[in-house]
């Protein structure tokens, strides 16, 4: 989907429920960047949350390990900088202490050991840098453990028809708990959690979807500060 079927996921995610009226608004509402502030964008996509912080003055560099995102983001917002890199092997290209925010929207379930990379986002962080992050909620992501155990860090694959077809993706469901665990073994404090804020705009174009949204959570946000 992120890959193949890049320009079709750009042209959906502008507008749909769950990326454009849900995860992106609650993820940029927990952001309060200032001018000229240095943020890297994690798993950055096609660039939808990048184009917000840049209209806000920041200078925005973006990760994703989709070269197509990648070149989509060039062609679309010309960033700061825009380059490919696998998150699972941490970020060998930034410096330390570069960055007044790290944000990495809807992207850590696809890696398997978070504890290093959040320790690599503590290290590009400068002093008193926040880092927001959104991904699966625990909670949603039970329904669909194979083993049935809450508690167990478990790979699952599904269908998903964002693009308005079945294609296959693939990550990684986890507890609450071991969440928690590997923001404070990387040496962050989370101050502030969101279960998420659907816009009432979903109400108008799914009143069914919007029920859910509101009753029951799809994902999580924090914002974290070193410790």
Same mark, same amino acid.
């Given at each position: 989907?992120?890959?193949?079927?890049?320009?079709?996921?750009?042209?959906?995610?502008?507008?749909?429920?769950?990326?454009?009226?849900?995860?992106?608004?609650?993820?940029?509402?927990?952001?309060?960047?200032?001018? *000229?502030?240095?943020?890297?964008?994690?798993?950055?996509?096609?660039? %939808?949350?990048?184009?917000?912080? *840049?209209? *806000?003055?920041?200078?925005?560099?973006?990760?994703?390990?989709?070269?197509?995102?990648?070149?989509?983001?060039?062609?679309?917002?010309?960033?700061?900088?825009?380059?490919?890199?696998?998150?699972?092997?941490?970020?060998?290209?930034? %410096? %330390?202490?570069?960055?007044? $925010?790290?944000?990495?929207?809807?992207?850590?379930?696809?890696? %398997?050991?978070?504890?290093?990379?959040?320790?690599?986002?503590?290290?590009?962080?400068?002093?008193?840098?926040? $880092?927001?992050?959104?991904?699966?909620?625990?909670?949603?992501?039970?329904?669909?453990?194979?083993?049935?155990?809450?508690?167990?860090?478990?790979?699952?694959?599904?269908? $998903?028809?964002?693009?308005?077809?079945?294609?296959?993706?693939?990550?990684?469901?986890?507890?609450?708990?071991?969440?928690?665990?590997?923001?404070?073994?990387?040496?962050?404090?989370?101050? *502030?959690?969101?279960?998420?804020?659907?816009?009432?705009?979903?109400?108008?174009?799914?009143?069914?979807?919007?029920?859910?949204?509101?009753?029951?959570?799809?994902?999580?946000?924090?914002?974290?500060?070193?410790?």
């Amino acid at each position: 989907m992120y890959t193949t079927h890049a320009t079709e996921y750009a042209k959906v995610v502008k507008n749909n429920i769950y990326n454009a009226h849900l995860e992106r608004p609650t993820t940029l509402s927990l952001l309060d960047i200032q001018p *000229q502030q240095k943020v890297l964008d994690l798993g950055c996509g096609s660039g %939808e949350h990048a184009k917000a912080i *840049q209209s *806000q003055g920041g200078v925005v560099t973006c990760v994703d390990l989709s070269p197509q995102m990648i070149e989509l983001v060039n062609a679309n917002i010309q960033p700061h900088h825009a380059y490919v890199q696998d998150l699972s092997a941490g970020l060998p290209n930034e %410096e %330390e202490g570069t960055y007044d $925010w790290v944000i990495a929207p809807l992207v850590i379930h696809y890696i %398997e050991d978070i504890t290093a990379l959040f320790k690599e986002i503590k290290r590009v962080l400068k002093p008193g840098g926040q $880092w927001v992050f959104s991904t699966h909620h625990p909670l949603n992501d039970f329904a669909v453990s194979p083993s049935g155990n809450y508690f167990a860090l478990e790979h699952i694959s599904e269908l $998903w028809d964002t693009i308005g077809k079945p294609l296959p993706v693939s990550y990684y469901r986890r507890s609450l708990q071991d969440l928690f665990a590997a923001i404070h073994d990387a040496g962050f404090v989370v101050s *502030q959690l969101s279960e998420g804020a659907p816009s009432p705009e979903i109400a108008d174009r799914d009143p069914e979807t919007y029920l859910r949204l509101t009753t029951q959570p799809s994902f999580v946000y924090m914002r974290c500060f070193l410790l």
